[in-house]
Structures are given as structure tokens and as C-alpha cells.
């Protein structure tokens, strides 16, 4: 009967395929990188809009 491999020994193997990381690169995984981008554009963006509807009403 075949064995299929351990979850663990999948991982290693894949792991062991895999490149070099290349010097410098912060983000390992490509949709964390977009998901950190859009959620700090979305609270910069968030300020400003805050920024400015304040100094429309006076507020100090």
C-alpha cells in the first residue's frame, strides 16, 4: 500500500525546490505585499479625507 507523505515532509520538500531568497526583498508572499499596500493607502487616504472635512467645518 503507498504511503503518502506527512504534511510536514511536503512542506520541506517544497521548501527545498524553492529559490534562494533574493537579497533585500521584504514581502515573501506576493498577496501580503498588495494587502499591506492597499490597507495603508486606505488610512493615509482615510487622514486626509478626515484632514480636509475637518478644516471645511472650522474645527481646530
Given at each position: 500500500?503507498?504511503?503518502?507523505?506527512?504534511?510536514?515532509?511536503?512542506?520541506?520538500?517544497?521548501?527545498?525546490?524553492?529559490?534562494?531568497?533574493?537579497?533585500?526583498?521584504?514581502?515573501?508572499?506576493g498577496p501580503a505585499?498588495?494587502?499591506?499596500?492597499?490597507?495603508?493607502?486606505?488610512?493615509?487616504l482615510g487622514h486626509?479625507?478626515?484632514?480636509?472635512?475637518?478644516?471645511?467645518l472650522g474645527i481646530?
Amino acid at each position: 500500500m503507498a504511503r503518502r507523505k506527512s504534511l510536514e515532509e511536503r512542506i520541506a520538500d517544497r521548501q527545498a525546490r524553492r529559490p534562494p531568497l533574493e537579497e533585500g526583498k521584504t514581502f515573501e508572499h506576493g498577496p501580503a505585499k498588495y494587502l499591506f499596500v492597499v490597507l495603508i493607502s486606505i488610512i493615509v487616504l482615510g487622514h486626509f479625507i478626515g484632514l480636509f472635512v475637518l478644516m471645511g467645518l472650522g474645527i481646530h
